[in-house]
Structures are given as structure tokens and as C-alpha cells.
């Protein structure tokens, strides 16, 4: 095989190689005896035609695109690894020569992996992070589950306050007339919780029950319903009652309400103060990590990023997502009509964060290559023992899933990642 590799641009070039006599030949015995089983020809049983009689009637050219499709994916391959290239995407083929009895000769227009230039990436300083937690912090915690058990009674006589629930119907106009959607009876809103649109909840503020009130709004401009969006509005609106919150006193039988596991509020602060504290040490060790990861990419330098590596990266990423959504019974067609978008809305949306993450994977797949990580038979059967355990698989469907180079892949990656993050120190 002959084989060489042109750059034509930054992250492209042209690979030529060639298929050699013996392997074209083997291909067009193989493809011959593919293609005459189906073959009637005069003075021969069906399939029993010899390759004398088919060459002089078709000629052997027409095994040809049938043959260079068998023996294309191995060359490729082979030339690849010769050449010592790094495609990133599928190759454009073109046929430069294909004459009976020569080597045939093949281009492959073909875009590679971008070189990456290290900077530093180990012992970096990042910013300190916060881990501590304090009385206050335990404070807000049973404050919010005070609330979470607070009862609504009715208030007699009293303007609504900020806060406070009120029972309504409503009715929204443009100019003098309704529009859909714009319509509830007896809707229970908590003022102040910024559910209905800005501006709203407000103006029923010093309002007693019994009353009818007219507010007055404009949607926002992003507003999901285009006939509405930046419109004014009027709707009228009649409060049945107003309710307010009714806190449980904050004492041991609270605690006991809130978590069958204590037995005073003391224990219950306890408990929540060190959930908290593991909770903000997982953040804070998560937040370090991140950082020295951005700082590493940082350090780094690519030339130009392959646009193909990006949009690979956008579908991976929607895929992901919306194969998460299926799982919750969405599909794709539900969550488009529910969140009112389209595939180019989430393609769009996914677009911004794909650039950084795909300069992320070279700069930590190239920390890898420079640090000579590897991965041994014994991890990636671990990996595979993990994977079956965290998705509740069997090990054999794991290994059908993920060849032994992608499980090795991850590894090796994991391993990169660590020796960013564990050589990390932090500073105020």
C-alpha cells in the first residue's frame, strides 16, 4: 500500500492510498461469487455462469463499486494508521484511478483532530472555596420547613398582604376583547411567589375579599405566546378569600413532625448541619475541580477548532438530553409542544457550551497522551462491574455496548482529569 498524507488547511487534508492487484483481485472473486448466484444467462443453470463468460458479456468494471465497497472501510483504516492521522469525521471519497489490471487509487479528503499546545496543567491555584456552614445557614433550613408545614387560614376582613393566598377568578382582555388561555375561576395565587405575570400579584396588595379589582399588565417581550408577548392587558378579577400563612411554633414537637428521626429541635438543627456541611464540602470540592479544569483549557492553546467536532458535539449533547427525557416518558415530539420550541431552538441552545466542552475533551485527552495514561486489563473490568451496577445491567450487555478502546478511553480520561483536580491548591 501506498500511502500520503496533504495538508490543505489547518485541520485538513488530503489522504492518498492506494488498493493493491491482490487484494482487488480477491475482492472481485469474492463479489463474483456474490453477484452470479442471481444471474440467468443463456445456456447456464441459474448461479453455475463462469467469470470468463460474465467478464467478455458485462466486463469485470461491473463488479467494480460493489468490490472498492468491501475493501474501502479496511484500506481507509490501514492508511489512516500509517499515516498516523487523527480524523475527527467521516472522509469525503473520491476515486482518482481505477483501471483494470493497476492498483487503484483512492482520495480521502479528511478532517483531523486539531493539535493542542499545553500550557500548565498541573499544581494550579484556584480560588478558595467556601465550606463553611453557618448558624444562620441552619437557621434559613428550619425556616423553610416551617413554612413547608405552615397553614393557610381564612382572614376576615383583611387586605392581602405580600405573601398571603387569594382565591380568584379572572378574565384578560385586549383592548375589549378576551383572549384564550386568559381566563380561571376560584385559582388559588400566593402573592409574591412571581407565578402569574409581572406586575400581577402586586396590585391585589390591600385588597380585602369580596372585591373586584382591575389590573393592568404588558407580557414581556419574550413571552411564549406570540400574540401576547409585549402586549397590555386589563383583566378583571374578583377575590373570593384571602388566606394567610400560619406557622407551627418552632419547638421539639416541630422537629418531631418534620423528622421522625429526632427527637428535639436541637437534634433536628444538628441533623440539618450536617447535611449541609456534606453538602457544601461536595459543592466546594466540585466548584475546585471545575476550576483548575477551565484554568488547564485556559493554559492551552488550539489553533482552530474543526467545525464538524462542534456540531458532533451539539447532537451528542441533544441526544443525551432527550434521550433523558424519553425515559421520563417525554418524547421528542411532547417536549417540543410543551415548552413551545423546536429541534433548532434546543440545537441552538445546546451550542453555546458545545465549544467548551469539546476544547475541554482534546486539552484533557492531549494531558493524557503527554502523560502516557493508560488503562490495565484489571480497571476497565472495574469500569465494567461500575457501569453494570450503576444502570442495572448485565455485564455481558455492558461489554456488548462499549468496545474494550472506549471503555479504555474513559479511563484513561478519568485518570487525566484526576491530575488536574488532585494537584490543585486552593487560595484566598
Do not use: C
Not at 15 to 21: D, G, K, P, S
Amino acid at each position: 500500500m501506498t500511502v500520503n498524507w496533504e495538508k490543505t488547511a489547518t485541520n485538513e487534508g488530503i489522504l492518498t492510498f492506494t488498493i493493491e492487484q491482490e487484494k482487488i483481485q480477491t475482492g472481485l472473486t469474492k463479489t463474483f461469487n456474490r453477484v452470479k448466484k442471481n444471474l440467468n444467462v443463456p445456456g447456464f443453470r441459474k448461479g453455475k455462469v463462469s467469470r470468463q463468460v460474465f467478464n467478455r458479456m458485462y466486463g469485470e468494471e461491473a463488479l467494480y463499486e460493489d468490490t472498492l465497497n468491501d475493501l474501502l472501510p479496511a484500506a481507509y483504516e490501514a492508511a489512516v494508521v500509517e499515516s498516523a492521522i487523527d480524523p475527527v469525521a467521516q472522509p469525503q471519497i473520491d476515486v482518482d484511478k481505477m483501471e483494470k489490471g493497476a492498483d487503484w487509487v483512492i482520495k480521502a479528503h479528511v478532517t483531523v483532530k486539531p493539535e493542542v499546545k499545553l500550557g500548565e496543567y498541573k499544581n494550579l491555584t484556584v480560588e478558595k472555596q467556601n465550606r463553611e456552614v453557618t448558624d444562620e445557614d441552619v437557621e434559613k433550613r428550619v425556616e423553610q420547613e416551617q413554612k413547608n408545614l405552615a397553614e393557610l387560614t381564612i382572614k376576615e376582613d383583611e387586605p392581602a398582604e405580600n405573601g398571603d393566598t387569594v382565591v380568584i377568578d379572572f378574565e384578560g382582555f385586549l383592548g375589549d376583547e378576551p383572549f384564550e388561555g386568559g381566563k380561571g375561576e376560584n385559582h388559588s395565587l400566593e402573592i409574591g411567589s412571581g407565578s402569574f405575570i409581572p406586575g400581577f400579584e402586586e396590585q391585589l396588595i390591600g385588597k380585602k375579599a369580596g372585591e373586584e379589582v382591575e389590573v393592568k399588565v404588558t407580557f414581556p417581550a419574550e413571552y411564549h405566546a406570540e400574540n401576547l408577548a409585549g402586549q397590555e392587558a386589563t383583566f378583571q378579577v374578583k377575590i373570593h378569600e384571602v388566606k394567610a400563612k400560619e406557622l407551627p411554633a418552632l419547638d421539639d414537637e416541630f422537629a418531631k413532625d418534620v423528622d421522625d428521626e429526632v427527637n428535639t429541635l436541637d437534634e433536628l438543627k444538628a441533623k440539618y448541619r450536617k447535611e449541609l456541611e456534606e453538602s457544601r464540602i461536595q459543592a466546594a470540592d466540585e466548584a475546585k475541580d471545575e476550576a483548575a479544569i477551565k484554568q488547564a483549557v485556559e493554559n492551552a492553546e488550539i489553533v482552530e477548532l474543526p467545525h464538524v467536532m462542534v456540531h458532533d458535539e451539539v447532537h451528542r449533547s441533544m441526544d443525551e438530553f432527550l434521550n433523558n427525557m424519553q425515559r421520563q416518558g417525554i418524547s421528542p415530539e411532547m417536549y417540543y409542544q410543551i415548552t413551545n420550541t423546536t429541534e433548532e431552538d434546543l440545537h441552538k441552545q445546546f451550542e453555546g457550551e458545545a465549544e467548551t466542552r469539546t476544547k475541554t475533551n482534546l486539552v484533557i485527552e492531549a494531558i493524557a497522551a503527554a502523560e502516557k495514561l493508560d488503562a490495565t486489563e484489571e480497571e476497565i473490568e472495574n469500569e465494567i462491574k461500575e457501569l453494570a451496577e450503576q444502570y442495572s445491567m448485565a455485564e455481558e450487555q455492558v461489554r456488548k455496548v462499549l468496545t474494550p478502546s472506549m471503555l479504555k478511553h474513559d479511563i484513561v480520561m478519568k485518570k487525566a482529569v484526576e491530575l488536574i483536580t488532585d494537584s490543585a491548591k486552593e487560595a484566598e
